[in-house]
Each structure stands twice: as structure tokens, then as C-alpha cells.
């Protein structure tokens, strides 16, 4: 215990020394993949965060907001911790921010309660990662947020028998175990639940497996990319929409992935805590300021609000408490904010520092010649189940 | 082809005092290196730590790669392997770091025989296929097996003791420096006794024309498993301080990205020089980690277009731009030391 | 019965995704005995170009052709400049080049087309189901395999029975000797080397509906085209059809019957088949 504070002291001493020409600045270390198969997380959080810089200023009460991107590749935990050391011990940020995959987030979490520094993670969807240090505030969400409420939704429609197929890793088992959880417990059967190898190119015996167990319903988890394109366009041209057994899905049908997947999305119902076509404030400026600067193709997804409203909580944490602040003031700050979102509004829960929002159930139509997501229902204020199932 | 550092004892011989001097430098210089990092990197420790991992998982690679001609992208199935190991030990049993760093790397040992012993036998690109398929095959083991490494979330929860009992691992990373910086020596030390001894001096030969190698009686075979064996045993080791060091373990360990990124480190500094691990790593983690903050996005063309050009204009590798400087030296210094 | 079919069918049409993209690599790796770790992004090419044409409305056919010109341009250019080099320098040179020309194909690519995933646009009758009698299937997939067959039907034709695929089958064999009796060699690398590109070109345009294009295509699916090559047997055509169709209905086979463990099971059926013929199904003559 001693050591602990002791060095914690040093560091505290250490961060003391004159940090460099801009007392006021105050710095933010997003962290998130650039390069590799998962560029695009780290382009959406960046255009958005220059969207909102642009919309807000530099500046969040007199003091200068500088972001500082960090490359982690993909999932390589000790690269981000790498780089979340280097960013907090030499650039000196404040805030960390970003963090696309559970395992760069994960990575962090003893280096953040250690060195005080509020950390916003901007996706990793994981239920349990908030919990392993109190300096994490999520505003994006967790797919148990997601998926819990689609399965009642989906018990309560009228299918009966629902077949699930997600990708086997962390996330698809989150996913598929709430809402297998909550579709049975409202009364639904489970025909089949499988797991395919994230590794896997062609997914059609799986989805032919589907179509042969005829079931009322699938429901699937994919990571938007080759694997959601794949099983929707078997969905489609496999006949199993045609023969009336719809897709239930979660974040596959983004707008910004749609043209890649082609009409064969047409009809799938996705349960999503953001609405590319709401019509809000921040929305509408989320959007014009992006296409304004980044061309009129520029499509915000969920990556891009989380980055938006991130930091917007940054913002209005560091105009409301200045830029040396304590690191828990700062949390504090955050804890039970409401936020004027382009999804609508969003509150960071209190005592778990999660984000609570609506989610809502839309589906794939062809709107004025595009393809876009209809919202037709939604759940209000949902809390993450996970974490209420697994009290600490 | 000059090999001028696996002939001290020439040079030696050639040039007296100044040629000594010169090599006995050489030998140093890198250590002094280290230390003066240790001292100065400040915030950067951390990528320092990296960068010795890196090296002394280059190293186990220039053994099998380099010297024993094993052609493999399959290196990293042992740098995961004794990450895990050591990972899974110090989470479930105990969290001493000696005790992680010797299971992690006899674990590793034991898989690269099993795995040899299957499939050595084969050549060229079959073995290359060979050694990706287990790769991807323990890959997929690692994210099946959750409950034990964590799957796609990776091995978290690994916090280790003091080392030896006496150093904390720091938020600073020094401990986990210095302790990197010993284990690397200690892997030095032997590399370099195992490369000089009979045993790689056959290497090379079987390198070059095995089927000669075994009409004089070598037993290629067994040298070949146990070189692969003692290359994976390194590479365990390194996992292994990537484990304790960072406190995580993620399925990237297994990933055939990390196989073909020790092979671009080993080639850019110049294989069948021990050192060339050495420059190789330095430059890459050094490299990487600059043109990414310059650019996250086109990164991948800077340290492409290095490699390409290495590659055609630099055919030893970097390290044979030292030697280049070495010869200048000496010719300025010693006279009849230089070729 | 009709499931039996569907299996032979799915596997068949992903066996032919892989034999399109992978030929190429196997006539490059035969003939001119270089390790390409960069074929994917010839591959990638040739999609991103018929991406752009029918995203402008191009015909579907005539983009995946200007799709095999542009790839065979580029490894026209590419062999010329960087591959002719590398052909005395050993194994371990030509990995590493090829994997820093698919870095820099990566980050070119990312520059112009950004990181999201295209497609290429199919006709109309290719996107629609077909009704098979005892099914309904997709067009799409039926089309690959006729495309696939196709082109083994026209490679086998020109590599066995035409005079330059007579000089090509000589000079994979046995070089020295080809070069001796007055063959060019370095002409016949450089036009192989454009025409196994065109072909990944091809591949890539006309798989893009099965594996999605994007700027980090090329090392994505890198293992899948190697192991095509290599369990086939370098230089061997009719090899590299034979074990793209091998593998091609083993993985679907144990994606339908033991469906978690499916890359275990075509990776160890991988590593057995190369354990019985480590030169591949069809080895080639000289192996020296």
C-alpha cells in the first residue's frame, strides 16, 4: 500500500514539472486503429472529432482542447498500453479517448486508476470493461444494451423459433447470450445457436444450415465488414428472405456500410442506439459539417457520434472544472450527465459510468433511391443488463 | 561474402591492436546503448522495452531463418505460446516472473519439437505452409479455449510479483526494462556461443547443401529439430516478457502479422549476423512508431518502400552498412587490418 | 440428396473463388520460382477498378476486363522494375520485397479509395436466385463456377497445347536447359508474369461479391490464396484446380457438419495433405 502511494506521489511530482508552452492546453490521446483491416474506426472518429472541433472551436472555456491520434493497428493490447504510456507520461494528456477493440481498452485499465487520467471509450463494446477501473466513462454502448431489448422485442412480434449465428469471438458471444437470455424468457425458442470462426470467407453452408432448419427468425452478430456482407447476401440470395424469414441484426446495417452489401439488405430489422436519418440538432450538424468537409459521400455510424459526444463530455468537463483538474473531478463531472446527442439524448450512468440511451428498432428500406435505416419502435432509456445480472 | 563477425579470431590476427579495439567496441557498443536508454528515454521506455523483445525475438528467428535456413512464418505460434504460458501461470498459479519466464519458455521448447518433429522433413514453401497452418491452427485454439486465455478479449488480470522477489514492476516501466534487458543478454550470451560452436558452424552447411551435410555423416535432421527447438525456446521467452512486461496477452501474439513483421525486422538488419536482430528490430519498432504518429494511415508505405529498397540495393541487410563503416575504420586506424 | 448437391455446389463455388485468384500465383510461383506475397493486391486491383467502372455504370463484363488489363499492366510494370531482381536472390529476399510491395499497395490504396469496403455491382440476372428444379440458388455463385471451368477449360488448352505453353512448361522444368535451345526467358517471365496478374485481376473483380474489396485485401487473404498454391504444387495448373477444389469442398463440408471448427479443419486437413505430398498434389518435374 505504501509503494502505491509513494509512487504515486512521484508521479504526481513528475507531472508537476513544467509540461511545455501551452499551460492552458489540454490534451486528449485517442487511441484507435488507423491502419490495417480496421481503418476505418480510427477515419470515422477522427473526421467526426475535426467535425466537431470545427462546429465548437479549439477551445472549451478559454482552454485549448489538442487531440493527438495514436495508431494501435487492430487488437494489440500492448501496443495501445504502449502508446496510452508514452501519451500519458510524455504528451502529458488528460483524457484518453478512442479505443475500438475490448482488448486495447482492457490493456489500460491498471495504467489509468494508477495515473488518474479519464479515459472515454469510444466503442469497445464489452459490458464488463468500465468495471476494471473507475477512470472509464463509455459513451458508445455495449451490445448486451442492444441485443437484450431486441430479443424481447422479437418474442413479443410473434417469432417463435429464432435460429442465432454470430462470429465467434467476445462480442458475438455477448451478443447472441443476451439476447438468447431475454427471447426465451419472453417465451421464444432457440432452434439452433452457432458460432462461426471470425476467420471464415464464405459463409453460405452456414446460412444454407439456417434456410434448411427453417426457422421463423434469424438473428445474427457480424463484425461490419466481409463477414456481415457475406451472410446477408446469402440471406437474401440463398432465398431465405424471400421465402419470409427476417434477419435480425445489430450493427451490421449502418448506413456506411450499406452500399458495400448492395439490395440484399433490404428488410433486415437491426436494433442500433444511433439513427443516421434522426432529425436533431447535433444530427444535422454532424452531418453537414462532415459532408461540408470530408465530401458529400461522408456517412456518420456509430463510431462518429461516440467520438462527437465524447468530446462534447470533454468539453463541457474541462470549461466547467478547468484544465487541472483532478482526474475523479473530471469522472465525477461525467457521472449521471445528460447529453444532447445526435442519437437523441444519452445519460452516463452514475454508478457504473455506462452509457444509457434508447435503442431503436429500425429496418432497411429504399428511401428517395438510397438505402436507409427506418426507426419503426423504440426502448427507451436502457441500461446495460449485463451489468445488472452480474452485480459486482 | 564477408562474414567478417563470424571470423573475430581473423581479424584478430590481422590487425593487432587496432582491430581488436575495433571489434571489442563493436561488441559493447549495443549495451552501452541500452544503458544510456534506460537513462534517457523517459516516457518512452516502454516502446525501449518493446524494441529488446522484439530483439530477442528476432534473434530466435535468425537461428532457425538465418542460420538453419528453416524457412518459417510460423515463428510467432512460440512467441504466443509462452506469452499465454507465462500469462495463464501467473494469473492461475503464481506470479513470479522467474517462475512464469522458465515455463513460458520451456513450454514453447516443447511445442517447436513437437511441431518440428512433424514437420522438418519437408522444404522450401511446403514447410513455409506448414508452419503457417499451425500457426493459424493454435490461433484458433486460443480464441476457442476462452476460459483459460480470454479469447478475442485477450488474458487480462496478469498482475506479477516482484522480481527475484526484491523489484516491483513500476508504472514507469524501468523494472520491466532492465529485467527485459538481462533475459536478453542471458539469450545473447548463448546465441552467440551456440552459433560459434561446431554445432552452427554445421548449420551453416546444412544451410547451404544438406544433402552433402548428410553424405559426410551429419545427422540433419536432428540438428535441424534442435535448433528449431532452442529458436522456439527464445521466442518463448520473448512472449513470455511481452506477458509480464505489458501485463496482457492478445491473440495478435499468434498472429501471422507478428510472424511476418519478425521476418522483415530479421532481413532489414542482415541475417547470420546475431546483431542484425539487433539493428533489424531497432529500426523497425523505431520506424513504426514514428512514421504511424506522423501518419497513422500511410505508415505501411514508408516501411514498405524501406523494405523494398533494402531489399534490392542492401542485400545483406543494415548491418552490412556497418560493416562497411567498420572497414573504413579500420583502414583509417590499423592499415593492413583492412581487406 | 438435394442437400448433398447443395454442399457439392457451395463447396464447388467457393473452390472456384480460390483457383481464379490463386492460378495466377501458381504459374508466377512455378515458373519464375518466386514467392509473390504481393498477388493479392494485383488481385485487388483489377476489383477496384471494375468497382469504379460499374459504380459509372460501365457494363459489368467490360469493367472486369479493363479490371485484368489494369492488374496485367501493373504487374507488367511491377515485374519489370522489381520482380526481375529478385529472381536470383534467394527465398527469403522475395518475401520480403513482396511483403513491402503489399504494404505500399495497402497504403496507396487507402489514399485513394479511403478504408471502407466496395463492391462490384452485378447485372441483374446475377444477383437474383435461379431456380434449380430442386432449389432455388444463387446465380451468382453458379456463374463463378462456370467461370471457373472456363478457365481451366482455356488454360489447359494454352499451357498443353499451344507452343508458348509448350516454351512455358519447358522453361518451369528446366530452365537452363529452355534458355540453351534458345527459348527468351526473360520475355516469357515478363508476359507470364502480366498474365498471371490479369488473371488475379480477374479474380478479384469477379470474387469481389464473395471476399469484399478493400485496402487490406491483399494480406487479409494472403494464407487462403498460399495454401492453394502450395497444396496444389507450384507451376501446376491442373494442381492448383485439383486443391482449390479440394479444399474448397472440405471447408464447406466441415463448416456444414462441425461448424465452430471449421478452420481447424481445413488447416489441419492443410497440414495432412502436405504431410502425404509435400510437393504438392501434382509436384513439378524438377525439383531441384
Given at each position: 500500500m505504501m509503494k502505491r502511494i509513494v509512487s504515486a506521489l512521484a508521479f504526481a511530482a513528475m507531472l508537476a514539472l513544467p509540461a511545455g508552452a501551452m499551460a492552458d492546453s489540454v490534451k486528449v490521446g485517442l487511441i484507435a486503429p488507423f491502419s490495417g483491416g480496421f481503418a476505418i474506426w480510427g477515419q470515422q472518429f477522427q473526421q467526426s472529432i475535426e467535425a466537431f472541433q470545427k462546429v465548437n472551436g479549439t477551445s472549451a472555456g478559454g482552454n485549448e482542447i489538442e487531440v493527438i491520434y495514436r495508431d494501435a493497428g487492430g487488437p494489440d493490447p500492448a501496443k495501445s498500453k504502449q502508446l496510452a504510456e508514452e501519451l500519458i507520461l510524455?504528451?502529458?494528456?488528460k483524457f484518453l479517448a478512442g479505443f475500438a477493440f475490448t482488448p486495447n481498452a482492457m490493456a489500460v485499465a491498471d495504467l489509468i486508476t494508477e495515473a488518474n487520467v479519464p479515459t472515454v471509450i469510444m466503442n469497445a463494446a464489452t459490458a464488463v470493461i468500465v468495471r476494471k477501473s473507475p477512470m472509464y466513462v463509455r459513451d458508445s454502448m455495449t451490445l448486451p444494451q442492444q441485443t437484450g431489448p431486441l430479443g424481447k422485442w422479437v418474442a413479443e412480434h410473434g417469432y417463435k423459433k429464432v435460429y442465432t449465428l454470430v462470429s465467434d469471438y467476445g462480442p458475438g458471444h455477448d451478443a447472441e447470450e443476451q439476447f438468447v437470455k431475454t427471447y426465451t424468457a419472453n417465451g421464444g425458442t432457440i432452434v439452433d445457436s452457432v458460432r462461426a470462426p471470425l476467420s471464415t470467407t464464405d459463409y453460405a453452408p452456414y446460412v444454407e444450415n439456417m434456410l434448411q432448419a427453417k426457422p421463423d427468425a434469424i438473428f445474427i452478430f457480424m463484425p461490419a465488414g466481409p463477414p456481415s456482407i457475406a451472410v446477408m447476401q446469402e440471406w437474401d440470395k440463398r432465398g431465405l428472405k424471400a421465402a419470409g424469414i427476417p434477419l435480425f441484426g445489430t450493427g451490421e446495417t449502418q448506413e456506411v456500410f450499406l452500399p458495400a452489401i448492395g439490395e440484399a439488405a433490404l428488410g433486415a430489422i437491426t436494433a442500433q442506439h444511433y439513427d443516421v436519418q434522426a432529425d436533431n440538432e447535433q444530427n444535422n450538424l454532424l452531418k453537414k459539417t462532415l459532408t461540408d468537409m470530408f465530401g458529400k459521400d461522408t456517412v456518420p455510424d456509430i463510431a462518429s457520434v461516440a467520438a462527437w459526444d465524447g468530446m462534447r463530455l470533454i468539453y463541457d468537463a474541462v470549461a466547467k472544472l478547468g484544465p487541472d483538474a483532478d482526474g475523479k473531478a473530471y469522472i465525477d463531472f461525467m457521472k449521471g450527465r445528460t447529453v444532447d446527442s445526435p442519437r437523441g439524448k444519452f445519460m452516463i450512468d452514475p454508478e457504473t459510468r455506462d452509457v444509457v440511451q434508447d435503442i431503436y428498432i429500425r429496418k432497411v428500406v429504399m428511401k428517395d433511391g438510397k438505402m436507409v435505416n427506418e426507426t419503426f419502435d423504440t426502448i427507451p432509456m436502457v441500461k446495460d443488463p449485463w451489468k445488472a445480472e452480474h452485480p459486482e | 561474402m564477408t562474414d567478417r563477425a563470424a571470423a573475430p579470431g581473423l581479424a584478430a590476427v590481422r590487425a593487432p591492436a587496432a582491430g581488436r579495439w575495433l571489434a571489442w567496441a563493436g561488441h559493447v557498443t549495443p549495451w552501452v546503448i541500452a544503458i544510456i536508454v534506460f537513462f534517457t528515454a523517459g516516457g518512452y521506455l516502454s516502446l525501449g522495452t518493446n524494441a529488446l523483445i522484439m530483439i530477442l525475438f528476432a534473434m530466435s528467428l535468425d537461428l532457425a531463418l538465418g542460420y538453419a535456413g528453416i524457412v518459417t512464418l510460423g515463428q510467432a505460434a512460440f512467441f504466443g505460446i509462452g506469452a499465454y504460458a507465462a500469462g495463464i501461470l501467473a494469473v492461475n498459479v503464481t506470479a513470479d516472473p522467474t517462475a512464469g519466464l522458465v515455463f513460458g519458455t520451456v513450454v514453447a521448447a516443447l511445442f517447436g519439437l513437437f511441431t518440428g518433429a512433424l514437420i522438418l522433413h519437408t522444404r522450401g514453401v511446403t514447410l513455409l505452409m506448414m508452419t503457417l497452418a499451425i500457426l493459424t491452427l493454435l490461433f484458433e485454439v486460443a480464441n476457442q479455449a476462452g476460459s483459460l486465455t480470454g479469447g478475442d478479449d485477450g488474458l487480462h488480470g496478469i498482475r506479477m510479483d516482484r522480481v527475484l522477489g526484491l523489484f516491483r514492476f513500476d508504472l514507469w516501466g524501468k523494472t520491466a526494462y532492465l529485467y527485459t534487458l538481462v533475459v536478453l543478454f542471458g539469450w545473447f550470451l548463448v546465441a552467440w556461443r551456440v552459433v560459434r560452436s561446431p554445432f552452427g558452424r554445421s548449420l551453416d552447411g546444412i544451410r547451404q547443401n544438406p544433402k552433402r551435410m548428410r553424405a559426410i555423416g551429419t545427422p540433419v535432421w536432428w540438428r535441424l529439430l534442435a535448433v528449431y527447438s532452442l529458436s522456439a525456446a527464445m521466442a518463448g521467452t520473448a512472449g513470455a516478457l511481452s506477458a509480464q512486461t505489458t501485463q496482457f496477452v492478445g491473440l495478435n501474439t499468434l498472429g501471422v502479422f507478428l510472424s511476418g513483421i519478425v521476418a522483415v525486422m530479421l532481413v532489414l538488419g542482415g541475417t547470420r549476423r546475431i546483431y542484425g536482430a539487433f539493428v533489424g528490430a531497432v529500426i523497425y519498432v523505431v520506424v513504426q512508431d514514428y512514421a504511424s504518429k506522423i501518419n497513422p494511415y500511410y505508415w505501411m508505405f514508408i516501411v514498405g518502400a524501406m523494405l523494398i529498397a533494402v531489399v534490392l540495393f542492401l542485400e545483406s541487410g543494415l548491418m552490412s552498412l556497418v560493416d562497411a563503416a567498420r572497414q573504413r575504420i579500420e583502414r583509417a586506424l590499423g592499415g593492413p587490418g583492412a581487406r | 440428396m438435394s442437400f448433398g448437391l447443395t454442399i457439392l455446389l457451395d463447396g464447388l463455388a467457393f473452390g472456384m473463388i480460390l483457383f481464379l485468384i490463386s492460378v495466377g500465383l501458381t504459374i508466377t510461383m512455378g515458373l519464375m520460382r518466386v514467392v509473390n506475397l504481393a498477388h493479392g493486391a494485383f488481385a485487388m486491383v483489377g476489383g477496384y477498378v471494375a468497382a469504379v467502372l460499374t459504380a459509372d455504370g460501365v457494363n459489368y463484363f467490360l469493367a472486369v476486363l479493363a479490371g485484368m488489363i489494369a492488374a496485367g499492366i501493373a504487374g507488367g510494370v511491377c515485374e519489370v522494375t522489381l520482380y526481375r531482381p529478385l529472381y536470383r536472390k534467394g527465398e527469403l529476399a522475395q518475401v520480403l520485397l513482396t511483403i513491402g510491395l503489399a504494404f505500399v499497395a495497402i497504403a496507396a490504396l487507402t489514399l485513394v479509395f479511403g478504408t471502407n469496403y466496395k463492391t462490384v455491382a452485378l447485372p441483374d440476372y446475377l444477383e437474383s436466385p435461379v431456380d434449380l428444379g430442386f432449389r432455388v440458388y444463387p446465380a451468382y455463385r453458379l456463374f463463378l463456377i462456370a467461370v471457373g471451368l472456363a478457365l481451366a477449360a482455356v488454360l489447359w488448352v494454352v499451357i498443353d497445347g499451344s507452343l508458348f505453353g509448350a516454351r512455358l512448361r519447358a522453361a518451369v522444368d528446366n530452365r537452363k536447359m529452355a534458355i540453351s535451345v534458345g527459348i527468351d526467358v526473360n520475355w516469357l517471365f515478363t508476359i507470364t508474369f502480366v498474365g498471371g496478374s490479369a488473371l488475379a485481376g480477374l479474380g478479384g473483380a469477379i470474387g469481389a461479391g464473395m471476399l469484399p474489396l478493400e485496402a487490406f485485401y491483399p494480406l487479409r487473404y494472403l494464407v487462403l490464396f498460399l495454401v492453394v498454391v502450395i497444396v496444389g504444387g507450384e507451376g501446376s495448373f491442373k494442381g492448383s484446380f485439383l486443391a482449390a477444389l479440394a479444399l474448397g469442398i472440405i471447408d464447406t463440408l466441415g463448416k456444414y457438419f462441425l461448424p465452430e471448427f471449421a478452420a481447424f479443419v481445413l488447416y489441419s486437413v492443410v497440414i495432412l495433405l502436405l504431410l502425404w505430398r509435400p510437393h504438392g498434389l501434382v509436384p513439378p518435374k524438377a525439383v531441384a
Open positions: 510524455r504528451d502529458k494528456v | - | -
